[in-house]
């Protein structure tokens, strides 16, 4: 069946460091992937999308290539902010299925100054 | 309304009573989750409704947990008998494929806590 697998966290990271959480999945069509993020007290909310292969999603300076060849949607940000601390999420919907939707367990990240 | 909402958003029970948590999803979405998000946990799938058809209940954790979908809008999550294992976040979310988008937009979450 579909899945989605991501990075186990926490990380942490210095502000202006190099972001990368790494996300693949397992599909039986063709799959758009998501990125959400959560920020600490708030409600899920979309961060970035690609709907087909070779697609970028950006959003916030945040950026994710959808990869059919390596099945991997990584995000990865050039400089992260303290206001860049969240929990991110990878999910995949699936048509074939039924637009269901797989999630990631979420990767915490924590920037500190 | 401009967004899917979720009440209560907060709720305290006691072990052993029933609870609902209610969705409004965006006006127009055919598709409605409900996930569960116990601290520093993922989300866990419950319950996928997608217009008409019949409800994909394979997330549901026990027969104490049920829900509903009433004229394809809003939805009740139920759960019986709580338990103090059941205290999570529970988000709603509505999505819709007609709309040209298959994107979720999650309501605030009801957070639950059993005592």
């Known amino acids: 069946g579909d899945s989605v697998t991501q990075m186990e966290g926490p990380v942490t990271l210095s502000e202006e460091a190099f972001l990368t959480i790494n996300c693949t999945y397992t599909a039986t069509g063709y799959p758009s992937l998501f990125w959400y993020v959560q920020y600490p007290g708030e409600g899920l909310q979309l961060l970035l999308k690609?709907?087909?292969?070779?697609d970028k999603g950006s959003n916030k300076g945040f950026e994710a290539t959808y990869r059919k060849e390596t099945t991997s949607f990584h995000l990865e940000k050039g400089s992260v902010q303290v206001s860049d601390s969240a929990v991110y999420f990878c999910?995949?919907?699936?048509?074939?299925?039924?637009?269901?939707?797989?999630f990631g367990t979420g990767t915490s990240l924590t920037v500190i100054p | 309304g401009a967004g899917v909402s979720q009440s209560p958003s907060n709720k305290v029970t006691e072990k052993g009573k029933d609870v609902e948590l209610r969705c409004d999803p965006i006006?127009?979405?055919?598709?409605l989750y409900w996930y569960r998000q116990s601290l520093g946990q993922g989300l866990e799938f419950l319950i996928y409704f997608q217009g008409n058809s019949a409800p994909d209940k394979s997330g549901l954790p026990s027969d104490r947990f049920s829900a509903e979908r009433t004229g394809g809008s809003v939805s009740t999550l139920t759960i019986q008998r709580t338990q103090q294992e059941d205290s999570a976040v529970y988000l709603c979310a509505s999505s819709s494929i007609l709309a040209g988008t298959d994107t979720q937009y999650f309501g605030p979450g009801t957070r639950l806590t059993v005592l």
């Open positions: 999910a995949l919907s699936d048509l074939d299925t039924g637009n269901q939707f797989y």
């Open positions: 006006s127009g979405h055919t598709a």
């Open positions: 690609a709907t087909k292969a070779d």
